[in-house]
């Protein structure tokens, strides 16, 4: 059974950076697809960035660009996502997802439990 | 952006009545909709994926139809679980979006 769990919630001042992960398990195909999606208050989830596991090609959405990255550690069981130059309209919990591959590429279908990052001053 | 909307916003059933959810595309997404279960503090689940197959694991009261631009997911026999938000996700154009979600309360 896949599971993914992330990592707990963030405070930080606007201008700051922050660095979340995700460690997955269960994962039995090396051609797995991990994206990160944020959820501001009200909202429906919007798509971040996607990572594939098997070589560490990395999407961005434009909306984030330059100030999202999307990293591996070196097992490749933790994904992080580190986001910078932090501002209020940050404020959101960000999940962590799988891609639910071939019968439905960018539908999910296991998600992590979401990690809250708050910026305030 | 291909926008999705759902409704209602809010609707209100008793435990073990029907409840039927909708969600319109912007443009056609073929059957390229994805319904999910979320539930505060909790990982949100995949419920439904090809607007009408569901999700390994999910119960048959579960059941998703639509295709183009309308699309609806019923839900039967509401249990205790199935109080949540509920959004459908389009993944026919990249990056998929998502609805603003309908919740489901308790009557």
């Known amino acids: ?121 | 952006e291909l926008v999705m909307t759902q409704s209602p916003a809010t609707v209100s059933v008793s435990p073990g009545e029907t409840v039927t959810l909708s969600c319109r595309a912007s443009h056609s997404v073929s059957n390229d909709l994805a319904w999910y279960r979320h539930k505060p503090g909790q990982a949100p689940r995949l419920l439904i994926f090809g607007a009408s197959t569901r999700a390994t694991g999910i119960a048959d009261r579960f059941s998703g139809s639509g295709s183009g631009t309308e699309f609806t997911l019923t839900i039967s026999s509401l249990q205790s679980e199935d109080f949540a938000v509920y959004y459908c996700q389009q993944y026919n154009n990249w990056p998929g979006t998502f609805g603003r979600g309908t919740k489901v309360e308790v009557k």
């Open chain 1, 1 to 121: 059974q896949v599971q993914l769990v992330q990592s707990g919630a963030e405070l930080k001042k606007p201008g700051a950076s922050v660095k979340i992960s995700c460690q997955a398990s269960g994962l039995t195909f090396i051609n797995n697809y991990i994206h990160w999606l944020r959820q501001a208050p009200g909202q429906g989830p919007e798509w971040v960035a996607t990572i594939k596991l098997n070589g560490g090609t990395t999407t961005y959405s434009e909306k984030f660009q330059n100030r999202v990255t999307v990293t591996t550690g070196t097992s490749t069981d933790t994904i992080y996502m580190e986001l910078t130059r932090l501002r209020s309209d940050d404020t959101a919990i960000f999940y962590c997802a799988r891609d639910l591959g071939e019968r439905a590429p960018g539908a999910y279908d296991f998600w992590g439990q979401g990690t809250q990052i708050t910026v305030s001053s």
